[in-house]
């Protein structure tokens, strides 16, 4: 039997849910192909978030995929609740020896208004890594960036990751943001697939961040230095 890794956290608005629109099954039907195991629990309410939190928590997944819409305070269930992020940090059981991983499958999360990433810095025990998307997605393409994404896990292999930010990029237009640990300085860093094909093709990787946002976010933590005016 497969070791349980990725679960989806699936909460849609009322319309999605009305209307059967649901991108969990359709990455659990395509993960027996990458011989990964994944469960999917659809949740409504702030009952059920708990009750799927819980079952994450129990029972040794490696990765949590959050499939629901979002803003930059946090994502929302069918009911309307909000989930702020710094909440889901506090209830998720992100431990670094579990080599858990956070995918956001939800409208810019790695937005320049998200507090996402600021929320994250400052927690002592966060996921490994982290994914989202700078702008609104379908989730059609975000169910296909899904498994390109998963599929390069599998792999473990660092090339195929920056590769498959890259494919992301060029067949789906979306610029999909990585952040993680940096095998080299230990310092958690970020990595998109604009930053990816602008490498390749020698350009500076930094044209590709919106609105200096990052560069804004890392003086605030205090690991970039101002220049003196």
Not at 102 to 113: F, N, P, R, V
Not at 118 to 124: D, F, M, T
Not at 168 to 176: A, W
Not at 207 to 215: C, H, I, K, Q, V
Request: aromatic share 8%; net charge negative.
């Amino acid at each position: 039997m497969r070791r349980p890794v990725i679960f989806i956290l699936e909460s849609g608005s009322q319309e999605d849910h009305d209307a059967g629109r649901r991108e969990g099954p359709v990455l659990r039907g395509l993960m027996p192909l990458l011989d990964m195991d994944c469960e999917c629990r659809s949740v409504q309410n702030l009952t059920e978030y708990r009750q799927a939190v819980d079952e994450f928590n129990g029972d040794g997944y490696c990765i949590l995929h959050i499939s629901a819409h979002a803003c930059a305070e946090g994502f929302g269930l069918t009911d309307g609740t909000l989930i702020a992020w710094d909440r889901l940090f506090r209830d998720v059981d992100f431990k670094s020896s579990k080599g858990t991983g956070l995918c956001l499958s939800a409208c810019s999360t790695m937005g320049k208004d998200s507090s996402l990433i600021e929320i994250a810095s400052a927690i002592p025990v966060r996921p490994q890594w982290i994914f989202g998307y700078d702008k609104d997605v379908s989730w059609t393409r975000s169910a296909s960036a899904s498994v390109s994404l998963y599929e390069a896990i599998l792999h473990k292999n660092h090339a195929d990751l920056a590769a498959a930010l890259a494919g992301i990029r060029l067949t789906t237009t979306l610029n999909m943001w990585l952040y993680t640990r940096n095998l080299f300085t230990q310092e958690y860093d970020f990595l998109s697939g604009d930053m990816v094909l602008r490498r390749l093709v020698g350009e500076p990787a930094d044209l590709a961040d919106p609105g200096e946002w990052r560069e804004n976010l890392l003086v605030r933590r205090g690991l970039l230095e101002t220049e003196a005016v």
